[in-house]
C-alpha cells in the first residue's frame, strides 16, 4: 500500500523555506526576463553570428554545470550555506545592469559568463539550506514548493517580457535595442530583491559533517554507470543550447511578442508534467521514461529541422515541455539506481561535470552546422536540429539495446 503523503502544517514550515523558495521566484523574474531575449539581442542588434552565440551559449552552461559540482562541498567547508549562496545570487544581480551598457559581443560574454558563475555558485548550498531546514520527512514538499516558487517565477517573468515588448515595439519582427534595455532595467528590481530577500529573511544552518571533496572519477562505478555514460553522453552531444530553438522561431516567422507568448506556455507545459512524470518513473522504470523523452525529443528536433512555418515551430516549442517533464530530470535520477549508495556523491560529481563540459561542444557543433566558420557557411538553419534528432536516435538504439548487468563490475 502507497506510504500517505505526509504535508507539514502551514506554522510548521520552516521560515528558511519561505524565503528562499521567495528568492528564487524574483531571481527568476529577472533571469527570465533576460536571458530568453539575450539570443536575440545579439543576433538583431549586435548582429553577432551563429557560430559566436553557440560558443557564448555553450561557456554559460558549461561554467554552471561544472560549478555546482564543487560549490557544495565548499559550502560544507566554509560551514555556511546561507552566505555561499547570497554570494552567487550577489554576482548575478550585480553584473544584471551591465547588460544595459553592453555594446560589443565581449561585453556580452563576459556578462552571461559572470552570471552563470554566479548561477554556479548558489545552487547546491541553496539547496543544501533547504534540506537542512525541515525535517526528513518533508523534504519533498520542501523541495516540491521551491520548484513551484523557481517556476512561477520564470513564467511570470516571461509575461512581464512580453508585456514590455507588446508595449514598446508591438508585432516587431526584430527585437530593438530600445526594448532589450528597457527589459534589462525593470530585471535589476527583482534580481536584487532575491538577495536581499536571502540576506534577511534567511538564517544559516549549522553544517553538521563536512563531506570529503567531490570526486570526478570513473573509476569503481561498475560498467552500468560507464555504458550509461557514453549513452547519455551522445544524446547530450545533440542537445545544443535552447538559444537556437529561439532563434529557429525567429527564423520562421515568430515575432518577438509571440515567442514570449510560446515561451511561457512551453514553462507550463513543463511544470504540468513534470511532477507526474517523477512518479510515473518510480511505476514503469526509468529506463522507459527515458526512452520516450529522447524519441518526444528527435521527433521535435526533427519538427524543427523540417518546418515550414511559424504555427508549426509554435506547436513543436510548446510540445518540447513533455521532453523536459518526461526525461530532463529521470536521467539524473537513473544515476542513483546504477551505483552503491557509498558512491553516489562521486557519481552524481562526474555525471554533471561531464555532461557540463560537453554543453560547450553541444552548441559549438550547433553554431557551426548553421552558419559555418573561416569562410564556411555551414548547411543552414536546419542542420543543427538533424544532428540533435540523430543524436537522439542513436542514443534510444543503444539504450534500448544495453542490459544493464545485475551486479556492479568496478573498473
Not at 516587431?172 to 527589459?183: K, N, V
Not at 535552447?242 to 512551453?266: H, K, T
Not at 510515473?280 to 527515458?290: A, C, E
Not at 536516435?393 to 539495446?401: D, N, P, S, T, Y
Amino acid at each position: 500500500m502507497p506510504k500517505k503523503t505526509n504535508f507539514p502544517k502551514l506554522n510548521e514550515i520552516p521560515r528558511n523555506l519561505w524565503f528562499v523558495s521567495l528568492t528564487s521566484f524574483f531571481m527568476d523574474i529577472s533571469s527570465e526576463m533576460v536571458l530568453n531575449i539575450l539570443p536575440l539581442f545579439m543576433q538583431n542588434v549586435l548582429k553577432v553570428p551563429f557560430l559566436t552565440i553557440g560558443i557564448i551559449e555553450g561557456i554559460a552552461e558549461a561554467t554552471a554545470s561544472v560549478l555546482k559540482v564543487f560549490s557544495g562541498w565548499l559550502s560544507d567547508r566554509l560551514g555556511t550555506r546561507k552566505w555561499l549562496a547570497v554570494l552567487g545570487y550577489g554576482v548575478s544581480a550585480l553584473v544584471k545592469p551591465f547588460f544595459y551598457f553592453a555594446n560589443s559581443v565581449g561585453a556580452i560574454a563576459g556578462i552571461r559568463w559572470l552570471d552563470r558563475f554566479g548561477k554556479g555558485i548558489r545552487t547546491a548550498p541553496r539547496d543544501a539550506l533547504v534540506a537542512d531546514s525541515i525535517a526528513p520527512e518533508h523534504r519533498g514538499f520542501a523541495f516540491g514548493l521551491h520548484r513551484a516558487a523557481d517556476t512561477a517565477g520564470a513564467f511570470l517573468g516571461i509575461l512581464i517580457a512580453a508585456f514590455v515588448v507588446w508595449k514598446l515595439q508591438a508585432s516587431g519582427q526584430q527585437l530593438t535595442d530600445h526594448t532589450f534595455r528597457t527589459i534589462v532595467l525593470i530585471s535589476i528590481i527583482p534580481a536584487f530583491l532575491a538577495v536581499l530577500s536571502l540576506a534577511f529573511g534567511a538564517k544559516d544552518t549549522a553544517v553538521q559533517k563536512v563531506r570529503q571533496g567531490p570526486k570526478i572519477s570513473f573509476k569503481g562505478l561498475g560498467k552500468n554507470f560507464l555504458v550509461f555514460m557514453v549513452i547519455v553522453g551522445l544524446f547530450d552531444l545533440g542537445n545544443s543550447s535552447d538559444a537556437f530553438l529561439v532563434l529557429r522561431a525567429q527564423e520562421r516567422g515568430l515575432n518577438i511578442l509571440n515567442i514570449l507568448i510560446m515561451l511561457a506556455v512551453f514553462n507550463l507545459v513543463y511544470t504540468l508534467v513534470s511532477t507526474p512524470a517523477g512518479a510515473l518513473s518510480d511505476r514503469i522504470g526509468r529506463r522507459t521514461l527515458i526512452v520516450a523523452g529522447w524519441i518526444v525529443y528527435a521527433l521535435i528536433y526533427l519538427g524543427f529541422a523540417l518546418a515550414k512555418n511559424a504555427t508549426q515551430i509554435w506547436i513543436l516549442y510548446v510540445t518540447y515541455g513533455l521532453y523536459y517533464g518526461m526525461a530532463y530530470g529521470t536521467a539524473k535520477a537513473m544515476v542513483t539506481d546504477l551505483v552503491p549508495a557509498d558512491l553516489l556523491g562521486t557519481a552524481h560529481g562526474t555525471y554533471n561535470a561531464v555532461l557540463g563540459i560537453l554543453d560547450f561542444p553541444a552548441s559549438l557543433i550547433a553554431g557551426l552546422l548553421w552558419s559555418g566558420a573561416f569562410g564556411w557557411k555551414g548547411f543552414g538553419p536546419s542542420a543543427p536540429f538533424f544532428f540533435g534528432a540523430a543524436c537522439a536516435l542513436l542514443a534510444v538504439i543503444l539504450f534500448m539495446l544495453w542490459k544493464p548487468q545485475k551486479s556492479q563490475i568496478t573498473i
